[in-house]
């Protein structure tokens, strides 16, 4: 029946083309199912109030995140960025800039999607195509989820509290597929926006990007698994710019500070609140999830308020009630399918980590290697999570007798690629570009990130073996 449920979702999702209706039916299906093999009450009212409880928490990202960037948008915001970044001879090195580096440094900051809501909307004005602007955001922002927003991903999902094993191992698989990831970009950016790459002209900034990232992750994640991601983007840009960017098209750093100030605020604030309110919650009823009184949406209203107390106080509230009206409108079907779909995931969760629990232990040592990276994006696809994945799946890998911290780092790096391909993370920012771009056109682009990253993932894990 659990295969069942998942055909239904993928046939709405490829026949159909209406996700919701494929994650309706998974649902309506797998609840038959249970009812009609007399399942306890428990197994079926806590899995769907938990995602109900889930779906509010994303309904307020996904506002916050909308209502942020339209009041950036409709006050000209990103009028001076367009005009600058227009200028520059090579438009790859805008989408390095953006969606690796920029990317690596929010998710080490904010995890939970942030990222490609952000970054999205940013590529858009810059003047890539609507899938360009879904796409190559999704498919940057993998590498960096392996150690996620400090260290979730590890601490959550893995148990993982300091740089040991397993951690090393995280680095040393990701390692090429760090210095390959921007050619990877490059190809796709060549496919979306339907260009031909001079790659004998574009290849040393695409390598040079590559190392810009791999020096910080690697230097990072040896000692720290909470910074590798923060460092990587931060680190990583200044040396790319520096290196990379011809000093003509360099921009100042008033042009820098006057474009992404909203953006520095809201991390600043983000911090706080993650800094005071990260430890409590709102504990409603075990084994209810409790509601964390930490809500990056919350963040991004209040960073959307205070913009615009700074360019227009006269007229905020007006301004704010205008916005809010236009995102609800513009939200209110990319809730019903996340509200579906996360209800779906939290049914079959205790089913999925059972089998893996069940048959994984019986496999071969190089069927785990091949076997391991894949069950981790298929966690991610399912959950929209890395920490959920590695969470989901962890026991079922710890079955195994041997080579467990090499596992459980392949476990890891298969979560983190997984986000390029979550239903959930395509759903949240197609409703931020708001763009017609259908969600099976998104996963056939992001399966070769998948595909070309796992197969340089198992490879380099056969020298550990």
């Known amino acids: 029946m659990l295969l069942l449920s998942f055909l239904a979702l993928l046939t709405g999702v490829f026949v159909f083309k209406k996700l919701w209706l494929g994650a309706m039916a998974a649902v309506i299906i797998y609840l038959i199912f249970k009812i009609s093999m007399h399942a306890s009450f428990d197994t079926i009212t806590v899995p769907l109030s938990s995602g109900f409880l889930i779906s509010f928490e994303l309904t307020l990202l996904l506002f916050g995140a909308f209502l942020f960037y339209n009041i950036l948008s409709s006050n000209n915001h990103f009028n001076d960025f367009n005009n600058i970044t227009s200028a520059f001879s090579s438009k790859l090195s805008i989408v390095i800039i953006l969606c690796l580096f920029m990317g690596s440094f929010m998710e080490g900051i904010a995890g939970f999607g942030i990222p490609t809501m952000l970054i999205a909307p940013l590529m858009l004005v810059v003047g890539f195509k609507p899938l360009t602007s879904i796409v190559l955001p999704l498919a940057a922002n993998t590498i960096a989820v392996t150690f996620g927003a400090l260290g979730t991903p590890l601490k959550i999902g893995l148990g993982i509290n300091t740089s040991d094993e397993t951690v090393l191992l995280t680095l040393l698989l990701n390692s090429l597929p760090a210095l390959t990831l921007p050619f990877i970009m490059a190809f796709l950016y060549g496919k979306t926006e339907q260009l031909k790459i001079d790659w004998r002209k574009e290849w040393k900034i695409l390598l040079g990007a590559g190392f810009c990232y791999l020096i910080p992750y690697l230097s990072t994640g040896y000692f720290s698994i909470e910074y590798p991601s923060v460092v990587a983007g931060v680190f990583g840009l200044i040396s790319f710019v ?59 209203i209040l960073t959307g308020i205070l913009y615009l107390f700074l360019i227009k106080k006269r007229q905020l509230v007006l301004a704010l009630f205008h916005q809010s009206k236009t995102t609800v409108f513009k939200i209110a079907k990319p809730i019903l399918t996340i509200v579906f779909l996360v209800c779906f995931t939290q049914l079959i969760q205790q089913d999925v980590s059972g089998i893996a629990h069940r048959y994984y232990s019986d496999l071969s040592k190089t069927v785990q290697v091949f076997i391991t990276p894949v069950m981790g994006v298929s966690g991610s696809f399912i959950t929209g999570s890395a920490s959920m994945s590695n969470l989901l799946l962890s026991n079922g890998v710890r079955s195994s007798n041997t080579n467990l911290p090499l596992l459980l780092a392949l476990l890891n790096t298969g979560s983190a690629i997984g986000n390029a391909i979550s239903l959930q993370n395509i759903v949240m920012v197609k409703s931020i570009i708001n763009y017609p771009i259908r969600i099976e056109k998104v996963l056939q682009y992001n399966l070769v990130v998948i595909g070309f990253y796992l197969a340089l993932t198992i490879a380099v894990s056969f020298i550990f073996l």
């Open 242 to 300: 520096f290196f990379f960017i011809p000093k003509k098209e360099n921009p100042s750093l008033t042009f820098w500070w006057n474009t992404f100030y909203p953006y520095l605020l809201f991390v600043f604030l983000l911090v706080i609140a993650k800094y005071y309110l990260g430890d409590y919650a709102w504990k409603i009823k075990e084994p209810l999830k409790p509601i964390s009184f930490y809500q990056p949406g919350v963040v991004f």
